[in-house]
């Protein structure tokens, strides 16, 4: 492929992250100004998630920052960010389902988060190294040197392409579960689906942007 067009759709696909990830801010902007319908923070939502599937040895804790909602699988905590625990925005309830979406895999031992887990090692090795040899064979011309570091940051990419179908499906037990339990109505329901698609797609420009990252170098490599 010519390198020009490598680099043309490189550009697209940075841009494309960049727009995704303002996209995000947004929708949880808006999203989180408004109440939602039952009152309720996203502590008790994702509580209440935890508790109608039986996962009963979850802690739910806070956690400073925005957006800093994850699930630690090791400790066995669903830390949620300061906000969106104790608010009680249409925003909180949705990604605090998507966190408890999370527990709710580790609990059935679901294979994609099995699968993302295992490769964990390989991305963080990946992330750390793997630019740096990359480059390092790019300058010196070592086709040792650019195999190892193409191979570390494939670990990389392949991390975060096992991790979009954990996203997606932590989303969609989201939303099922704050259905059955009554959580979401006709008037807020577009606003969870809108937050968690938001959510989900910036692990798709996160992606697209590593591996467009790795495209360019090598391009690089082959107009040297």
Do not use: C
């Amino acid at each position: 492929m010519d390198t020009t067009i490598v680099y043309l759709i490189a550009g697209v696909a940075f841009l494309a992250s960049w727009l995704v990830k303002r996209w995000l801010k947004q929708t949880y902007a808006k999203w989180s100004r408004i109440p939602n319908t039952h009152g309720i923070t996203g502590a008790q939502a994702a509580a209440a998630i935890l508790q109608k599937n039986g996962v009963d040895h979850v802690r739910i804790e806070a956690t400073p920052g925005r957006l800093t909602d994850h699930y630690d699988p090791q400790r066995d905590i669903l830390r949620l960010s300061a906000t969106n625990f104790q608010e009680r925005s249409v925003a909180a309830i949705a990604v605090s389902a998507h966190e408890a979406g999370h527990a709710m895999q580790d609990a059935s031992n679901d294979i994609r988060l099995r699968l993302r887990r295992f490769l964990v090692p390989a991305a963080a090795l990946g992330s750390r190294l793997g630019p740096i040899i990359l480059m390092a064979g790019i300058f010196t011309q070592n086709g040792t040197i650019l195999r190892v570091g193409a191979f570390l940051l494939a670990g990389m990419v392949l991390f975060q392409v096992a991790t979009l179908p954990v996203e997606f499906n932590a989303s969609k037990r989201a939303l099922r579960n704050l259905r059955e339990l009554g959580l979401t109505d006709e008037t807020q329901e577009d606003g969870i689906e809108k937050v968690l698609t938001a959510a989900a797609f910036t692990y798709v420009a996160g992606a697209a942007t590593t591996i467009a990252y790795f495209a360019t170098l090598f391009a690089g490599r082959r107009s040297t």
